[in-house]
Nanobody, 125 residues
Framework: QVQLVESGGGLVQAGGSLRLSCAAS????????MGWFRQAPGKEREFVAS????????NYGDSVKGRFTISRDNAKNTVYLQMNSLKPEDTAVYYC??????????????????WGQGTQVTVSS
């Protein structure tokens, strides 16, 4: 079972940037596809971005395309989410996610085998 710990959240003004990190342990990180999700108060958990095991393919939710970039460093067992041009509607708790199996891509909550504890991102207007 992979354990995930996010960091890097905080308060930022609209138009600003943040970079989230997610450190993995307890498994072979490079074997798993990874993703980021977010959940705002009163809303369902939403897919943000995903990346394949070797980093060769990425996918993004429509609301973040062109502004967010997911990446990973398998040598450091870490996945990142670079968030630029932040908007107030990006305010949410952001969760790191690991696929259920090495060959399953992350595109929705059903694809996730492990979650991090979440990190709060607040964007002020």
């Amino acid at each position: 079972q992979v354990q995930l710990v996010e960091s890097g959240g905080g308060l930022v003004q609209a138009g600003g940037s943040l970079r989230l990190s997610c450190a993995a342990s307890g498994g072979t990180f490079s074997m798993y596809n990874m993703g980021w999700f977010r959940q705002a108060p009163g809303k369902e958990r939403e897919f943000v971005a995903s990346i394949t095991r070797n980093g060769g393919s990425t996918n993004y939710g429509d609301s973040v395309k062109g502004r967010f970039t997911i990446s990973r460093d398998n040598a450091k067992n870490t996945v990142y989410l670079q968030m630029n041009s932040l908007k107030p509607e990006d305010t949410a708790v952001y969760y790191c996610a690991c696929s259920t199996t090495p060959w399953r891509r992350v595109s929705g909550v059903a694809d996730v085998g492990s979650w991090g504890q979440g990190t709060q991102v607040t964007v002020s207007s």
